[in-house]
């Protein structure tokens, strides 16, 4: 996987402001983030949802399909990798994603320009 | 001769179903139709003819729908038929023909009997006699029926609905001597005596005799005793209208009727004859599917086709006063060297007789009565093998209905009305139905009486489709089975039942379902602890989600009524946060593109006026519609706009597989278009019907009359288990007409379980809805009153404060409404599929401008 550029950690809230199995947007550079609590772990996506290009997927449904962690679009219900972004539902469609991490209680996201 | 003038002589049953069946062939309208009907109202189900005296409305019954291409006289008897000239003639003039189409019918036979012509003697064939008969019932208290045949019952239970003390007299030694055989009458006899009506049987009527007002008052039995009758029908049999044909020189049948051959044509080439004034090579058919069957033979050939008569299944099943009676085939066992067996069985009260072939190997007819579970297998065995040994298709209920559809073979008819075999429907789930709506809409089969159906299912079962009824992959079970799991076990979270009757995480089809199954069940507001994460974004944000990513929000007007003072408070909140503003067709205000961080602001002032959540957003009840009722209409009969509010208030906030929509019309005009939502009530002049099963949206539906001049209070206690009924054992996203239309037995059985309490259920369903009413409580409110609660309600968890940029508006018609073109891109740059751009292209959008007036403000 290559990295174009890599920018700094961002601290966004602490932990506890995520409820789990569901998201929050967050604003990183200007940039909208969907950020996930999840059994899994942490997950940060890009918001804006491909298909319908409104800034939503971080009012999905969380969940899981054969096992791969997922968010499911709340507009038409396409259903999103978490890990990767990836659409399972439609070849070829994905949305950016992102670093997420825990610090000292703390939720922090590093953007991510892949190439 | 494949155009030109058309005449119809009768616009009944089959006389309607000829002309829709021409004109759906005659596409360059080359045949002009002119009808001609005695009768004063267009066609109507005569088949159903007894419903009006359950409330249904002579409306109701109609068939006719009007057409450019047809002109329709009524009240116009044709009473002339002048072959050389081409004309017909009525009391108005003469019609000239280029084809002629005789579709009369029948008439009642009335026996020479003395005192037939007295008042209060009365036929039953249409709706006027079914009205006189009402209007002189009146105030009366016996009554009598001449005959005891199919139709001489139906009329009995007419009469003993009218609340007349009801006697039926039969010249045959047996009820309906036609269909049934003695030990079948005599089953039969025990129904209808037990229901209160008396029998004479084997007994000739010799005269009617009046009272001292000139009204019929008693009848004259052959064995000299005397029956008293106020009101008197005669149901003795029919004959073919046949008058006009004879009149004219053509040719009848032996036992009368218009001759025709097997493409439906007399001996005059323009002339053709259809229905039950036709004989079919000589043979007059008394049923309506007959008749249909010669309608499209008259329409092909009208046209240049060459359909023929493909000849009649006699077999019938019916439910007479309560009793399923079904015969088929050869009842009577009049093949030479036939065999019979038979099966009584005193305890369930059911009889049924199997008619064989010498060699027992070939099933000829047979008649059942008390139980009909096995008709419809039965019936498509006819002329074939018998499907499984003759003792376990005869024993009733689960045994006998399920033996052997898959032993049929191919060429049996599984659905008669609709003429689809069985090959037909294993060809049909070859190429891939799985169910059997998907049944229903590839062969037609079971979409007319719907007695094939669980037919259907058992070829679907014995082509080995699993119908899955997983929810998803991480439940096996259905909803109705995850309902009563978490009922039972009282389970109380998702992570529960799904750690112990489940797998994996869970998604966007199993987490709202067991969500709205909590909410059921009771278990509090709807985002509290792990339920919030179970929610669609609807829920989440008690508002409903836009393209843009805003919500619309709609409070709650029950019924529709509201206060000048709070219409002011709503216009003031759109007019404040900048809202599109809509009236809705369930008769309230939506205000669209409030973001999320405004919600709990615009709830605020709309709570303190006293505004409730609408549960747009939910699957859940959303409105009881009404029209105006009998506090302000000239029409109404009852106060519709009353009921309506006590309808909405009582259920807001149920959840339900699917959103659920109610109306009331105050009389049967019908402004509230009651029958097109789940359940919808119309007023009569003494209480309420109630209808089920009806939807707009995608696929309309009109409700079904369920119970009829209910009090209020028995309304309510129905709409109760309804509704419960409904919550409980519908499957995800199921509306109520799908839900009905997938029940063995459909809306017959939802009427059992509900009216008669045969599954011992009702108290339950009752004693839920309490629970429900009791513990309702508006969401906005809670949400309100709760910081922890009002913490979601944030555009970005790190900036409060910035409003989604992406968020903008333009104003159209002196509104704002979103941006066209999709949101600005984001600034994450390039090698995104979908950053700025959609990724899914739709349909072009088309402008509206041209030719619209601009509008000046
Ligand atoms: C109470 C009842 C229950 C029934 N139940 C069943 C059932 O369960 N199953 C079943 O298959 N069948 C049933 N039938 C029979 C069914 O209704 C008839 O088979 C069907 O209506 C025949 O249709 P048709 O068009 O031939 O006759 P009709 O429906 O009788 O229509 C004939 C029309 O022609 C009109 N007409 C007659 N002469 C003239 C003229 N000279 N000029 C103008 N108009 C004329 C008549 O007024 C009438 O309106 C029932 C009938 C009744 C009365």
Known sequence: ?115 | MNGGRLVVVGNGMVGQRFVEALRARDTEQRWQVTVLGEERRPAYDRVRLSAYFDGVSAEELNLHTPDDGVELRLGEAVTGLDRDRRVVTTAHGEYPYDALVLATGSYPFVPPVPGTDLPGVFVYRTLDDLAAIRAHAAGRRTGAVVGGGLLGLEAANALRLLGLATHVVEFAPRLMPVQVDTAGGAMLRRYVEELGVTTHLGVATTALRPGPDGTVRALELGDGTAVEADVVVVAAGIRPRDELARAAGLDLGPRGGVLVDAGCRTADERIWAVGECAAVDGVCHGLVAPGYAMAEVVADRLLGGAATFPGADTATKLKLLGVDVASFGDAHGTTEGCLDVTFTDPATRTYAKLVLSDDARTLLGGVLVGDATAYPTLRASVGGPLPGPPLALLAPADAGGGAGAAALPGTAQVCSCNAVTKDDVDAAIAGGCADVPALKACTRAGTSCGSCVPMLKQLLDAAGVRQSTALCEHFDASRQELFDIVRVRGIRTFSQLIAEHGRGRGCDICKPVVASILASLGSGYVLDGEQASLQDTNDHFLANLQRDGTYSVVPRIPGGEVSPEKLIVIGEVARDFNLYTKITGGQRIDLFGARVEQLPLIWRRLVDAGFESGHAYGKALRTVKSCVGDTWCRYGVQDSVGLAVALELRYRGLRAPHKLKSAVSGCARECAEARSKDFGVIATETGWNLYVGGNGGFRPRHAELFATDLSTQELISLVDRFLMYYVRTADRLQRTSAWIEAMDGGLDHLRAVLVEDSLGLCAELEAAMARHVGSYSDEWRDTLDDPERLRRFTSFVNAPDVPDPSISFEVVRGQPVPVRGGPPPTTAGPGTAGAGEPAAVGGRRQPVTLGMPEVRR
């Not at chain 1, 679009?73 to 997420?100: A, I, M, N």
Request: include cysteine.
């Open chain 1, 1 to 115: 996987m290559t990295t174009a550029s890599v920018l700094d950690w961002t601290t966004v809230c602490p932990l506890d402001r995520l409820e789990s199995d569901r998201g929050v947007a967050a604003l990183v550079d200007g940039v909208q983030v969907a950020l996930f609590r999840t059994a899994d772990g942490l997950f940060a996506l890009d918001n804006q949802d491909p298909v319908s290009g409104a800034y939503v997927l971080s009012r999905g449904i969380v969940g899981s399909r054969n096992g791969v962690p997922t968010v499911a679009s709340p507009l038409h219900k396409q259903v999103y990798d978490l890990r990767t972004g990836d659409c399972l539902d439609l070849p070829g469609v994905s949305v950016s994603r992102h670093e997420v991490r825990c610090r000292d209680g703390l939720v922090e996201v590093r953007l991510r320009q892949e190439e």
